[in-house]
């Protein structure tokens, strides 16, 4: 009670009271109207002139991936190959023997040693518990004698790094990378008993809601967390490329399911990232002219998975990030799907043209965006200025233009970092005009626009009566402070009319 509650819905943005029951909002309006709802063991809550807004929806989102990684050591912070090997050894100390020991995130470029870690300094750790470290990349990793023996990788597997006498290094990376994840890489009952203290902390984020890349381990896993009542945020499920003829062979597709667990957008690779020079871009890099990024399917591979995934009743969701790949794509959903209603979707979406903006407007293609990269990697002097240049920079992530043209934007966070309101921040303070959006439409793309890129706008998305109960509290007023929404924090989050977590 006697909230500014901003509501999302254009018929009626702002109320004083909201009153949850069965689940929905049945009523938004003045403390008066919202009271009249109250029965006995109604608890009402004073906001005291807190802002409320919509549940926000994260609509790209690695969360059950991100519980693989929640039980392991974090080298990230580690100063040099000794600082690393201290972490490690203060936590194998506990483990026994054949129970794996999984590190992330150390980078020798920040070492004074700048080398790699070997299996001679793991099994400094330990010669009985088997380590894996990863690299901050994913694409190397480094493990000890017993974790070379469990792991049984052939010689001359891809990647198995050896020296000059045969004897492994430890280092692994490719196809020996890849069998190392097929041992280490937690089975579902272990990710749903992770899934936990991950969506507690998306809830304190203020995040109801997400779209989850996942393949068939995490699928199983939310299955799971459902069945133990431990999946406490709605999850649309955007299952990876390679699970589409089993789904479609099921007889699946979009929506399948309930508002807690169904099935979304299928994901699928156009091209790669910015950072890695992968985008595909039609320029070459500011940094590397000999570099133009890449395509991941050549046209004709994109058009047959595309059709594949449109006639087996899927949305799809492209990552591209180029402008290259982002016109592919366009293009190749123009030809397969020219009827604008299945609201396929791309991802990142970044270096868009006005005129792709028009195209895909006209399609009905929905924009899945992360604000959050613009603080990350778009301010001046920042890498997409390094890889780009000023003036491409300057045109990245053109959210206004995005609105201004029609086109359903949702925003999302990729996991780097989960956040909507350090999402909704950069949106609002972007450095370039084209980026820059109003609170309401910042606020609208972590809402409404999640709702409306999933199908769901009938019930998610916006504060009115009859919809579902997912509510947001926050501690500051991003209306008021537009400078500072970054800073504020969220005092509670309500699922389905139930207060899911509180700091007040
Ligand atoms: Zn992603």
């Known amino acids: 009670m006697d909230g500014a509650i901003h509501t999302m819905d254009p018929a009626k943005p702002l109320a004083k009271g909201i009153a949850f029951g069965d689940g929905r909002i049945l009523a938004v309006g003045t403390n008066a109207q919202a009271e009249a709802w109250a029965g006995k063991k109604t608890e009402i809550l004073e906001l005291g002139g807190k802002v409320v807004v919509p549940g926000f ?9 991100s519980a693989a990684r929640d039980a392991n050591i974090d080298l990230g912070g580690a100063g040099s190959v000794g600082g690393a090997l201290e972490v490690l050894r203060a936590t194998v100390g506990g483990a026994l023997p054949e129970e794996w020991v999984v590190a992330d995130d150390w980078d020798e470029s920040r070492w004074p040693e700048a080398r790699y870690l070997t299996r001679g300094d793991l099994d400094t750790v330990s010669t009985t518990v088997p380590i894996a470290a ?17 792991l049984k990788i052939p010689a001359g597997t891809r990647g198995f790094e050896t020296t000059s006498a045969g004897q492994p290094t430890g280092i692994l990376k490719e196809g020996a990378l890849e069998a190392m994840w097929e041992v280490v890489w937690p089975g579902p009952e272990g990710l749903a008993a992770n899934f936990r203290a991950v969506a507690t902390r998306a809830l304190r984020l203020g995040i109801t809601g997400v779209h989850d890349v996942v393949g068939e381990g995490e699928i199983r896993a939310y299955q799971i967390a459902r069945a133990a009542g431990a999946l406490p945020l709605r999850v649309t499920l955007m299952p990876r490329e390679r699970l589409l003829s089993h789904l479609a062979a099921a007889g699946l597709s979009r929506g399948f399911g309930d508002d807690w667990l169904r099935l979304g957008a299928i994901k699928l690779f156009g091209d790669g990232s910015l950072g890695a020079r992968t985008a595909a871009l039609f320029e070459p890099y500011r940094d590397d002219p000999t570099e133009g990024g890449m395509l991941i399917h050549p046209p004709r591979e994109l058009r047959d998975l595309l059709a594949g995934i449109h006639g087996a009743g899927f949305q799809a969701a492209v990552h591209a990030i180029g402008d290259r790949a982002i016109e592919l794509v366009i293009e190749t959903i123009e030809a397969v799907a020219p009827d604008p209603g299945p609201r396929h979707r791309i991802e990142h979406a970044e270096l868009l043209h006005p005129e792709h903006i028009e195209r895909i407007a006209r399609h009905g293609i929905v924009a899945s965006c992360q604000p959050n990269f613009i603080g ?30 029609g086109v359903t ?8 970092p989960y956040g909507p309101l350090e999402g909704i921040h950069w949106a609002v303070n972007a450095p370039f005009g084209i980026q820059r959006l109003t609170v309401d439409q910042a606020v609208g793309a972590y809402t409404v626009g999640g709702a409306v890129a999933g199908f769901q706008e009938d019930v998610h998305g916006m504060l009115a009566s009859g919809k579902s109960g997912d509510a947001v509290v926050l501690e500051g007023d991003p209306w008021r402070e537009p400078e500072r929404i970054r800073e504020g924090g969220v005092s509670m989050t309500i699922v389905a009319g139930r207060i899911a977590s509180r700091r007040m």
């Open 409 to 416: 934007l949702a925003f999302g966070s990729d996991g780097m």
């Open 57 to 65: 929806i994260d609509a790209h989102a690695h969360l059950m991936e």
């Open 376 to 405: 990350r990697w778009s301010l001046p002097r920042g890498l997409y200025e390094t890889r780009l240049g000023f003036e491409r920079n300057a045109r990245n992530n053109p959210y206004r233009e995005i609105l201004e043209k």
């Open 134 to 150: 990863v690299r901050v990349d994913r694409h190397m990793a480094a493990v000890n004698s017993p974790a070379l023996v469990l």
